[in-house]
């Protein structure tokens, strides 16, 4: 797992942009991305290597025009940093810490699902002990956050945050309730995919990677700059779960089950310092 930090704000996406983004239209967006998506595959074709990761000067998402990292980035020395931070067990996470719809005094709205899979290395071994944390919108597209002023209602049942230690087999589990889509900035009309993010610790908070699962079969994959900043098709698809009817409850809630590579050719995508939406 990488020992870089990674920023984190903890609802919805926020870009820095110049007002005059919100004339582009949803059809100039995607001009944009079909072009760059083009030019990648003739590059792969050419004998470029295929790129796994998601671009951080990414032109269709706007502000990562003014948020990425302008310098090549370096590992720091974590010791002063670990000496006081936290390190995660089984003793500091309660199981029912995984469990988002009983958190407050009534039932949350919306569908009821379970989140299931493994967090595996690169050799397909699983890592076990490390914790998983999720946050989300609600069945309505909102956040919990006071810089979320999408219209929409808020839940009061409804938080949208949990955690879990993955188990021997490198497994977790989350019972929650499935997001919507919500407007963001980026452009007129820019509606975000609904996903769930996911941030996975080592051993402390030196050691932390964030990424996004989506929802299989979801109409605006092709609309959205941040899904499409990752080049190529084979490594945005790992990033959207599939559905695991062995996972759902009857007449209780349905089944997603997603794994989590941290390494290798097949790793997850992860976001990179400055991003988080």
Known sequence: MSTETTANESFSDSPVLDPAATTLSQESISQEIADIHAAYRQSV????????????????YRSSLLR????????????????????????????????????HNGEPIGERIVVAGRVLDGDG?????????????????????????????????????????TGPNGEYSFT?????????????????????????????????????????????FSLDPIYQAITDKEARDRLVASYDHS???????????WDIVLTGANRTWMEDEEGDH
Do not use: C
Not at 247 to 255: I, M, R
């Open 125 to 165: 071994r699983p890592v076990a002990g490390q914790l998983v944390e999720i946050w989300q919108a609600n069945a309505a597209g909102r956040y919990i956050h006071k810089r979320d002023q999408h219209p929409a209602p808020i839940d009061p049942n409804f938080t949208g945050v949990g955690r879990a230690i």
């Open 45 to 60: 074709v050419e004998g470029k290597k295929a790129e796994t990761q998601p671009r951080i000067d990414f032109a269709p």
């Open 176 to 220: 929650t309730i499935k997001p919507a889509p919500y407007p963001w900035k980026n452009h007129h009309n820019a509606w975000r995919p609904a996903h769930i993010h996911f941030s996975l610790f080592g051993t402390d908070f030196t050691q932390r990677m964030i990424t996004q699962m989506y929802f299989p079969g979801d109409p605006l």
């Open 68 to 103: 990425h990292p302008t310098k090549n980035l370096r590992h720091v020395d974590p010791e002063t940093i670990e000496l006081h931070s936290p390190a995660f067990g089984q003793r500091d996470v309660h199981a029912l810490e995984s469990d988002l719809t009983i958190q």
């Open 247 to 257: 996972l759902t409850t009857h007449e209780w809630a349905t089944g997603y089950n």
